[in-house]
């Protein structure tokens, strides 16, 4: 997958950790642009410990993994 497939998927995780964090995370726009961080901290981690999910679902589901994993340690900064 290129890098516009990459932006759009770690778009859609940043989306997906909002809907699933309580309280709705930090905002549409943010949310978007700590799901890009996300996706890319839940690819490393899974390649750290050897989990490798195929196709568009696999890197999706990698990706909010990762975000939410990033809204939630930012959640801390919050407040």
Known sequence: MG???S???GCLAGFCA??????????FI????L??????LGGWLF???G???GGLLGQLGTAIIGAV???????????
């Open 69 to 79: 994993a990033i809204l939630w340690i930012a959640s801390f900064f919050k407040k």
């Open 51 to 53: 989990i490798q999910w």
């Open 47 to 49: 390649d750290q410990l």
């Open 18 to 27: 909002g809907k699933l964090m309580k309280g709705g995370g930090f905002g």
């Open 30 to 33: 943010m949310n978007l642009v």
């Open 7 to 9: 932006i759009i998927i």
């Open 3 to 5: 890098i516009i497939g």
């Open 35 to 40: 799901g890009l961080f996300g996706g890319a």
